[in-house]
């Protein structure tokens, strides 16, 4: 997706936002312990957006995880973003939606 802060006014606040984040032994497996990292990534620059990453096992259906405010840490210009997911062990690894929420005052 092609991104700009630079196009949105006065936004004081960027966070990432993961819903039912599930850790399977199959894609409709038993639930497994293990840990799922989520990471907003600049595809155009290829690099991670610090700040950004959400660190999270299983959570409640219907629940959902958030990142820290990274507003900071967008860079001023064009750029492609993307998710990085990375997990603790070999396993599968889901979630229903990540949502980038930008607010102001």
């Known amino acids: 997706m092609k991104f700009n802060i630079q196009n949105y006014i006065n936004i004081d ?3 990432l936002v993961a819903y ?3 850790t399977r032994d199959g894609y409709y497996g038993n639930n497994v312990p293990g840990t799922i990292k989520l990471e907003l990534y600049d595809c ?3 690099q ?3 700040g950004s990453e959400i ?3 299983e959570i409640t259906e219907g629940s959902s995880v958030s990142s820290n405010n990274f507003i900071e840490n967008l860079p001023n ?3 492609e973003l993307g998710v990085k997911l990375t997990k603790s062990s070999n396993f599968y690894a ?3 939606d990540i949502i980038l929420i930008l607010k102001r005052k």
């Open 13 to 15: 606040s960027a966070t």
């Open 20 to 22: 039912d984040l599930k």
């Open 44 to 46: 155009k620059n290829s």
């Open 48 to 50: 991670i957006i610090k």
């Open 55 to 57: 660190i999270s096992g």
């Open 77 to 79: 210009e064009d750029i």
């Open 94 to 96: 889901s979630t229903s």
